[in-house]
């Protein structure tokens, strides 16, 4: 069999459901911020797995802990006790402030996981009619794929040909206090949202926003969920994005950079009696909270803090933002970003962001275009200076050029 490139993408397409329009770039290997394909040929990599790998590629400690847990204990169900699980709860509730935790896999999980807790909650303890609970979101979210969470999506894409979805969602504009305010009503027991929209294009909120968005959960009893699973354990520059807004959550989502991409581990964190309603046999999961997940999230929260990676993002992600602001280039519509969660908002007429990412894939760069107009820049978090330097000379080279 050879295993040229071309064989690789065709037998994916012929196979595969077509649900993905991957780069044109077939990796096989990975070692920090550095990826290589199949001929080769080495790439920044600028979407790390959508913050999954923040930890950098094949991280040694956290494969260290992976092997030498694969080799012990890998499942035993929760129908039994392990060994990890309880270190693994007391490390995260350490470093996240959190006095509750219910582990899962996916993302995706963990927001269904905790819907389905703060409807409890809204029944058990605010006194929600049963059958009656509120959950707000807000406009272009992302929360995952599952039908639950697709059912509150406002992309035509992503809910699509996919109904009949459950009730129980009110969709608001996403950084306005005022829309917040006004959908809530007895029944509301949730606010679900992300600190600052990833798949939307890292849209940041008004400063401000989240300090009202607090005290309005709070004076009505409402629960503020934030959606952490990409903003969080570094991604921005602080080990939360909360913590930029000096607020904290009533139940935080974490997944992605849990496990630094070595294994789907998720968690839904809470910091008062939301997790305390659920009940023996009401909710579960037959990975979730495994040996093997747990032994990895361990490594991966570790070498975040031992290694100074959540200090490394704010400086990185400066000197990165800093740098695309230099560029001048009328491709360019606007450039943000909070931490190495930065984004390059291109003119229409500039031409697809899709093209640019391609252009950028022959000088070494992978970077990953969302909603046809904005390039997603968001290395792991363990990028050097000299790396930044080096990326920013190719997004020159690239942004100054017209791909309409
Ligand atoms: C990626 C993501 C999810 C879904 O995670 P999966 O592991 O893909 O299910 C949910 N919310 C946010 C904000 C995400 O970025």
Redesign the pocket.
């Known amino acids: 069999m050879s295993s040229s490139v071309i064989d690789f993408i065709a037998t994916e397409a012929r196979f595969g459901a077509h649900n993905y329009e991957p780069i044109g770039v077939v990796l096989s290997r990975g070692e920090g911020v550095w990826v290589w394909d199949t001929e080769g040929n080495r790439y920044l990599d600028c979407l790390s797995a ?1 913050s999954a790998v923040s930890q950098g590629h094949c991280h040694p400690k956290i494969l260290a802990a992976m092997v030498e847990q694969a080799h012990r204990l890998t499942l035993t169900s929760r129908a039994f006790h392990n060994d990890q699980l309880a270190l693994f709860y007391e490390e995260i509730a350490a470093l996240t402030g959190s006095h509750k935790v219910l582990p899962m896999n ?3 999980e963990a ?1 269904e996981s905790a819907i389905k807790s703060v409807r409890k909650w809204g029944y058990e303890v605010k006194g929600v009619p049963d059958g009656q609970a509120e959950i707000i979101v807000c406009a272009n979210n ?4 599952t039908l639950g969470v697709v059912g509150f999506s406002t992309d035509p894409e992503t809910r699509g040909h996919f109904g009949p979805f459950a009730p129980g969602f009110k969709v608001i504009p996403f950084g306005d206090a005022a829309a917040l305010a006004e959908a809530i009503t007895p029944n509301t027991v949730a606010f679900l949202v ?1 600190p600052i929209q ?2 939307a294009g890292v849209v940041i909120p008004p400063a401000g926003y989240f300090t009202e968005v607090r005290e309005l959960c709070t004076a009505n009893n409402v629960m503020l969920v934030l ?1 952490e ?2 903003t969080g354990l570094g991604r921005t520059g602080k080990l939360l994005a909360e913590q930029h807004e000096g607020i904290e959550a009533d139940v935080t989502l974490l ?2 950079a849990l496990s630094g991409g070595f294994y ?1 581990v ?1 968690a839904v964190l809470s910091n008062n009696d939301v997790l305390g309603t659920l009940r023996p046999g009401q909710h579960g999961s037959t990975f979730g909270g495994n040996p093997l997940a747990c032994a990895v999230a361990r490594a991966a929260m570790r070498v975040l803090v031992e290694e100074g990676m959540i200090e490394n993002a704010a400086r990185q992600g400066a000197r990165f933002l800093e740098g695309l602001k230099d560029i001048r280039a009328n491709t360019i519509r606007e450039v943000r970003g909070r931490g190495l969660m930065l984004a390059v908002e291109l003119h229409p007429e500039a031409g697809l962001a899709r093209r640019y990412c391609e252009a950028l894939q022959g000088k070494g760069i992978l970077a990953k275009d969302t909603h046809e107009h904005t390039i997603r820049i968001a290395p792991p978090l363990v990028i050097t200076s000299d790396q930044v330097d080096w990326a920013l000379e190719r997004f020159a080279a690239i942004l100054t050029q017209d791909f309409s």
Do not use: L, M, N, T
């Open positions: 959508y996916s993302g995706a927001v992302f929360h995952g794929r992300e990833g798949e959606d699973i990409q997944g992605k789907p998720s």
